[in-house]
């Protein structure tokens, strides 16, 4: 099951309306990690096994993913949130830029389609412009197990007789290096020990998997993943994290105004450093069973915070941050610490009548500020985020234009706001 390609163009051509001023009271349900459900959805190709997924986040990202597994002879049936999928013949290593141009899922294929097959043409991975993203580590580990790679009109190609188990220390660290290379070690040969991996959740999710699967991981040391190779591995059943971004925006949205939100299906320990910087400034967030209780905040203090690598402030949340900050009296400072371009939405916030000021990779944001609402333009995925939740505290109308942004990384997004109270809807772009 995915979109049909009406479906998918209305989406790509759809607006957000939002009516602020309003009251958000309910509770939400957090779905499945994207970031988690990419890379463990590429682990398929490590095995010709069948595979069960639960909590499975319905995200553009996800469809472009399976359509390249697809592409590549996996077989899946799709039932709410429960996936099942196998890939018992691998009929091609091609994954072609038209499935994947807006992901960069497309990477975390290079690994596995090598371990298996011995070769890949991998399209350059797409996704968000938000400044370089470079590949260069995974490209780096997979040459020294083996690997020889060529560039060729838009794809990289890769070939290997056979991949051999490396000690490689990533220079910097990376998510979805450290993900491929992981994947890969699974299926080489001889004993792979990989160091300054990243830490994020979504790993060690990864890891679990793996080890489900029959991988020999030892992860005691997660920043040092020792990893002896296997001639095959199995298929498995797994349930995916909640997805502590989409976890995080929806705290940030009950900390607006005089708001009283319920989370459910979360995992308040990935937020951790969110949740540090919001009782700084005056947030009450509570635990509540699987969940968290966000209360109605009083005066907002202003805040000084970066983006880290987990388990410090993730970059992922930044832009909506940015937008809780221009609602606390005082003046705040951002730094972005990830990504060269990731301010994109500071500009959509001043049209909604924010006081922000760009300083190399610092925003300086002025409040508190009333916002108006108007006409906004998602740049990327979190920052279509941010423009949301501006809308849901503006006077008036405000219309985000492409929305397909947002439908990449968050699951029925308007539906789980107009659920707690918020006035937003679709509308179709003439």
Not at 50 to 62: A, C, G, L, S, Y
Not at 125 to 141: A, E, L, Q, S, T
Request: hydrophobic share 40%; net charge negative.
């Amino acid at each position: 099951m995915s979109c049909t390609i009406e479906e998918e163009t209305l989406m790509r051509n759809s607006k957000i309306l939002i009516r602020g001023g309003n009251r958000l009271s309910g509770s939400v349900s957090i779905s499945g990690a994207k970031n988690a459900a990419l890379p463990e959805l590429a682990a398929v190709v490590l095995s010709d096994g069948k595979f069960r997924f639960t909590n499975v986040p319905m995200v553009e990202d996800i469809r472009i993913l399976l359509r390249a597994l697809q592409n590549v002879g996996a077989a899946y049936d799709l039932n709410g949130d429960e996936l099942d999928i196998r890939l018992e013949t691998l009929s091609s290593g091609l994954v072609p830029r038209e499935i994947v141009e807006t992901t960069r899922a497309s990477v975390l294929l290079l690994g596995p389609l090598l371990a298996r097959n011995g070769y890949a043409r991998v399209s350059m991975p797409g996704g968000c412009p938000i400044g370089d993203r470079k590949i260069n580590y995974h490209i780096d580990g997979l040459k020294k197990m083996g690997a020889a790679f060529r560039f060729e009109h838009e794809h990289i190609i890769a070939e290997a007789n056979a991949l051999k188990g490396i000690d490689y220390r990533f220079p910097g660290k990376t998510v979805t290096g450290t993900e491929n290379l992981l994947m890969a070690a699974s299926l080489a040969e001889g004993t792979t020990v990989l160091r300054n991996c990243a830490l994020e959740p979504e790993i060690s999710d990864l890891v679990e998997l793996l080890v489900s699967m029959g991988a020999d991981i030892n992860a005691d040391d997660p920043e040092t993943l020792v990893i002896e190779g296997k001639s095959s591995l199995n298929g498995a059943s797994h349930r995916i994290i909640p997805d502590r971004i989409e976890m995080g925006t929806f705290v940030i949205a009950g900390c607006l105004e005089d708001n009283d939100i319920l989370i459910e299906n979360a995992a308040p320990h990935f937020i951790d450093s969110l949740l540090d910087i919001l009782a700084a400034m005056g947030c009450r967030v509570q635990p509540v069973g699987n969940g968290m209780k966000v209360l109605a905040c009083g005066d907002l203090q202003p805040a000084n915070i970066s983006t880290e690598p987990f388990p410090g402030f993730p970059t992922d949340l930044q832009a909506q941050l940015t937008t809780l900050l221009t609602q606390a009296k005082g003046t705040s400072r951002v730094t972005e610490n990830i990504f060269n371009n990731r301010f994109q939405h500071v500009l959509e916030l001043n049209k909604l009548g924010a006081e922000i000021q760009l300083k190399g990779n610092t925003a300086i944001i002025n409040g508190k500020t009333s916002f108006t609402g108007c006409n906004l333009r998602a740049t990327d995925l979190r920052a279509s985020a941010a423009l949301v939740l501006g809308g849901l505290i503006a006077n008036g109308e405000t219309i985000v234009h492409n929305a397909y942004q947002l439908f990449r990384g968050y699951e029925n997004m308007p539906e789980k706001l107009q659920k707690i109270g918020a006035c937003v809807k679709m509308i179709d772009s003439e």
